[in-house]
């Protein structure tokens, strides 16, 4: 029992990793219907802005922990927006009108660029951060074993349900918000109306970079260590939380996003570690199968 | 066509300085752009220090080099663009382009001559024809990969997954019972059409974008199986000392009753080289003969319905679940062979040779080949290996510029080399049409929402 409830806490908090990167394909996938392929590289480059931007801040003498890391955030969200506008701009504007295929393909291509543009400029070999944020409370102890809840765990959980609600109201409350839900029903309508539409893909981009460095800044946190292949991985579990969640759905990407990160620690916990990506992937199938338009998606309808 | 008047002549000058700061401006705001981008990524490197912990080195010079080179890159850009309106396709009278496609089939025929030669012309060259086994090895499995992605209009991620199987049960099954290659060839290629039938069956209801990432879990899931079930896979370590292939039964050796003995023939290790070439050759030749075969097939015809349109086929009658599984099939079993060969040619295979970086490479072949065309495949697995090769020397910047190459292609020539199609199917007279007119991978009428 214990041991569960420790499991819970660990696969809700990478559940909300996961959920700050969904957030980027479901709403990228329901303005342009693109899968962004390069997002979790994008994910990655947040990450590694992140630990640069506070060595950067202890080498000129910031050292006071909660000052440092809010300035980091600021920064890695700041440039990776930077990286998430180019990325549209560069490889999916001058293909809105191609193919079906072509954004992808070119999104695929630039997955590899970012991956290997990091490796080339900071090296193939994992970079460490000593643990920044210590400390935490034992829950409840029973069997020999505490359930604990750590500092990380809480400013994890609690970054991503402020990021949360702040982004829910932005969708339903702001111009930009409407503006991106005019985009998701209709392109060609929202531009009609005089809607400045690549504008607002581009701006949906940003955002959605952003909080994908945010995820960055909050698993180098967590985890302590980073490398330039983070970013596939992590990019496909997101996408899956994504479909699993209902794509186009924002809540429907953070539920995914946390029954992503609950099946992975249970089967690590219970089963066996090796595979917990193949149970990801199993599950990314296995949704896509029964329940295509996910928990909290719209069923699509088919014209001809 | 009414187009509209020129601008007077005298406007000319002052819209002319105009351009220049428009376009400086342009190109400093490009410049601030990247200084933004690599500020942090390219301007410090990070390093782990003698202690362990993470230390910096600043690297300024470069940052500004590159940030100047953006903005007068940016600047040459937008000052020369804005003239250059007549492109270099259009200064080709249409006469020529219809002739230049007729071209085509003696083009196709020239390169199968090449490649008939070139094991003489460069037989003391081994490093050639190393590089020639590599390309028409990736030949094949492009013709492989086209059968479903150019032909069916699927768009496959995991072909790799397919490939993998076609080398794992070759060494499995020839280390296992001592089949020789020629029994264990097509038991590779069958049970890498099973793993196409098993792939094809859930996703056979998901379309365009979905099927891509389910294909690529799929692929994902096959390596880290062979990574992590040690037992049966040896794991990381992989397999090694899988049986060389044999001249129907002649080995490759210096022995007596090696092949260079039974012909009388003083013993070299190129023997083995150039068979090997011909081997992958002629299975490569056999894959575009079969695909050529099959697309005039009803088979292929309703590979070709489905691709432009799947409502239409299902509506004419045309069994789309069988015709989507015989493609996987027909695609993961030519990938099948291409992988027992890639066993039996290297001798040693690892999960680490079937990542996804591969079923990239072979997608980006069949892409910038232009989907569907046979030639365009091969030229376009000569040109990137060949390229590749170019690069050796940079070993660390050839996947970045590979991605690069695979983002510029599809934004500058999204039809891939050869933009032309042979439809199968035509009236009175065989025709070739430009591909933009011809369906993409897409499989279903899939809106965005």
Known sequence: MEYFVQQLINGITLGSIYGLIAIGYTMVYGIIGMINFAHGDIFMVGAFTALIAFLVLVAIGVTAVPLALFLVLLVAMALTALYGWTVERIAY??????????????????????????????GARVKPLPPLIQGGYTLFEGNDFAVRLSNIQIIVVATTLVLMAGFSFLVARTRLGRNMRACEQDLKMAALVGIDVDRTISLTFVIGAALAAVAGLMFLLYYGVVDFFIGFFAGVKAFTAAVLGGIGSLPGAMLGGILIGLIETMWSAYFSIEYKDVAAFAVLIIVLIFLPTGILGRPEVEKV | MSEPAPPPREAEPAAKRLDVLAAVKEAAIAALVAFGLFVLLIGIRTEQGPTGALVFTTRFGLLAEIVAAVFVGRLLRALTSREA???????????LKAAASGLAVYAAAAFVAFALLVPIIFYTNRYVLDLAILIVTYTMLGFGLNIVVGLAGLLDLGYVAFYAVGAYSYALIAQSFGLSFWICLPLAGILAAFAGLLLGFPVLRLRGDYLAIVTLGFGEIIRLILLNWQDFTGGPNGISGIPRPSFFGLPFTAA?????????????????????????LALALLTNWVTLRLRRLPIGRAWEALREDEIASRALGINTTTTKLTAFSMGAMFGGFAGAFFATRQGFISPESFTFGESALVLAIVVLGGMGSQLGVAVAATAMLGGFELLRGFDQYRMLVFGAAMVAIVIYRPRGLVSTRTPSVFLHQRKTVPAAIVQDARAGTETPA
């Open chain 2, 85 to 95: 309106t007549v492109s270099i396709g259009n200064l080709v009278p249409a006469s």
């Open chain 1, 93 to 122: 504007r001058p293909l809105r009108h191609s193919f079906r295929l072509a954004p992808l393909i070119s999104a695929i291509g630039m997955s590899i660029v970012l991956q290997n543009y990091v490796q080339v400029a900071q």
């Open chain 2, 256 to 280: 007596d009753n090696g092949f260079a003995a039974t012909f009388g023939l003083p013993y070299s290790p190129t023997h083995r080289v150039v068979f090997l070439y011909y081997l992958i």
